[in-house]
């Protein structure tokens, strides 16, 4: 014991587990990892970057402030798919921490801000990469925050056993009287959630989950039954420890939650079926489900027999998407999912949903109708060749060929004015904002005449020209060809809860951007996405 440190009673040497005499004799290990096998904080990620992660040591020599305010700043909802995309591939890929900056805040940020994306999986990931022993207070934070996200109640019990007591909070008392119960002192951690539960530590649902959950270890098992009458709200733990013991949350909580409980829940292998697919549709739009994921969920449900209702029928008609009898069939398939999106968020979602099976329908006139909606899905999953198909389809001026003008890889001519006019004309959105995002996006990738957008800008009174300090900051980033930075301010200009909140001038300065340093597809497919939703 430290000198001058009080001595326990005897009663409260009786009360404590052996996790609290040890760190009370000084026998707490500094770090969970043997010292041969400890890991460096040179580089902390998960992709490198031959496996498509940016440049380890892209931020390196970047300000500390600058990287902190961009991850920081950041909110975590994108109004693009492709932008979501793109950050989660540069939070996630091996980076050396900006220096100056403590590598574990440096993960800690980047955690944090998946945590906010929804992005638990990949979170997890980032601080299992992360000796216990190395975790700053802000790190142990996001840690917290990313088991909680993923349900992975007990994936905090290794942070909390090198810890120990360092944290006295609520949140953590009550997740280490859980470790040890599952540490195999089943009887002493059930005592210390009695004894916190006295203390009205937690509120009292949720004093109930984590006594149910710990009561899944060892011999102490008890009954508790979760009532949830007066329950106004779901917090993260709350929600985590719900589905962990094999409950769902009332309906009416879920259904005015912010989103990132659906994300959770569209990730997490045991939430049942049909609240999956729910919640998919939303972390479908967002980015954070593929369409080869998406498939295999409705699969799943087509396998179940006992499940009836939209998502049986979504199944059943994504089933005829492939397998349908003659390409009328499938189209008609198609069309029956995209329609049955109740929210212009769902119908995109399904639109990726539909991304392979858009791919294999023939180029056809009879289907000149549904070519918008054909490239919008194929280009939802980077199908790009796919959807350049429907050219010699796609009339000049129409929703199809913005798209296509946007996403081909490379253009031979620029785009003239009599074109602009034309899909101007046909353009129905509000404010004429898929004519702006056009512009926008041509601009950005150097595919426009100078003097057809001089006049297209001053039609649509944008001025792509205006600066502000996030403009002149990505700029920078792209004069340095730092493809991370540029990622980071990329997503930090894309930020709201749809296209009506992104601006023409971010816009361009996004793809611009992002097609000089090398990101030239992420630069299409986000413009692509811009006209498609916009």
């Not at 000198?3 to 004799?25: C, F, T, V, W």
């Not at 979501?84 to 940020?109: E, Q, T, V």
């Not at 790190?139 to 996200?149: G, K, R």
Request: hydrophobic share 45%.
């Amino acid at each position: 014991m430290p000198s001058g440190a009080r001595i326990p009673s005897l009663k409260e040497l009786e009360a404590m587990s052996p996790d609290e005499l040890d760190e009370l004799l000084g026998l707490k290990p500094h770090s969970d990892m043997p010292a041969a096998a400890r890991r460096s904080l040179k580089q902390v990620g998960v992709l490198a970057s031959f496996e498509g992660g940016m440049p380890s040591a892209s931020l390196g020599h970047q300000s500390p402030e600058l990287v902190k305010a961009a991850l920081d700043g950041n909110k975590g909802q994108l109004v693009s798919r492709w932008g979501h995309i793109l950050l989660r591939r540069a939070l996630a890929s091996r980076l050396d921490a900006p220096s100056g900056m403590n590598p574990a805040d440096f993960a800690a940020a980047r955690t944090a801000l998946l945590v906010r994306m929804g992005e638990g999986t990949i979170a997890r990931a980032l601080v299992q990469d992360i000796d216990a022993g190395n975790f700053s207070p802000a790190l142990t934070q996001a840690a917290m925050d990313t088991y909680a996200a993923t349900a992975d109640v007990t994936g905090i019990c290794p942070i909390v056993s090198v810890q120990g007591g360092l944290r006295k909070d609520a949140d953590w008392r009550v997740l280490r009287a859980i470790c040890t119960a599952f540490q195999g002192d089943s009887a002493g951690g059930m005592a210390q959630l009695d004894r916190l539960a006295g203390e009205n530590a937690w509120p009292k649902i949720d004093m109930l989950l984590a006594q149910k959950y710990a009561g899944a270890a060892g011999k102490a098992r008890r009954a508790v039954k979760i009532e949830w009458d007066g329950v106004g709200e779901l917090t993260p733990w709350r929600y985590a420890l719900t589905v962990a013991v094999g409950l769902e949350p009332p309906a009416e909580l879920i259904a005015k939650a912010p989103a990132r409980y659906s994300y959770s829940a569209a990730l997490a292998p045991m939430v049942p079926l049909v609240s999956r697919a729910a919640a998919a549709e939303r972390a479908c739009a967002a980015g954070i489900l593929s369409s080869s994921a998406m498939v295999d969920l409705y699969s799943q449900i087509y396998e179940q027999s006992d499940i009836n209702g939209d998502y049986a029928d979504a199944a059943d008609a994504l089933r005829n998407a492939y397998v349908g009898a003659s390409p009328q069939d499938r189209m008609a398939a198609l069309t029956t999912l995209w329609d049955g999106g109740k929210t212009a968020e769902s119908r995109y979602s399904r639109l990726v949903l539909t991304a392979y099976a858009a791919a294999r329908m023939p180029v056809d006139a009879a289907f000149a109708k549904q070519a918008p909606d054909l490239i919008a899905a194929m280009l939802a999953a980077g199908l790009d060749e796919n959807a350049l198909r429907w050219a010699p389809q796609a009339d000049t001026g129409s929703l199809a060929w913005g798209q296509l003008a946007l996403a081909q890889p490379a253009r031979s001519t620029p785009v003239d004015g009599g074109a602009l006019s034309s899909f101007y004309g046909n353009d129905p959105s509000d404010g004429y904002r898929k004519s702006r995002f056009l512009l926008a996006g041509l601009a950005g990738l150097g595919r426009i005449d100078q003097a057809a957008a001089q006049d297209f800008a001053a039609k649509l009174e944008i001025d792509l020209g205006r600066q502000t300090k996030w403009t002149k900051l990505i700029q920078a980033a792209a004069d340095a060809n730092n493809q991370s930075l540029v990622a980071l301010l990329a997503g930090l200009g894309m930020q709201g809860d749809g296209w009506d909140k992104m601006t023409s001038l971010h816009l361009y300065h996004i793809v611009s951007a992002l097609n000089r340093v090398g990101l030239s597809a992420e630069a299409r497919m986000i413009a692509a996405e811009a006209v498609a939703r916009g």
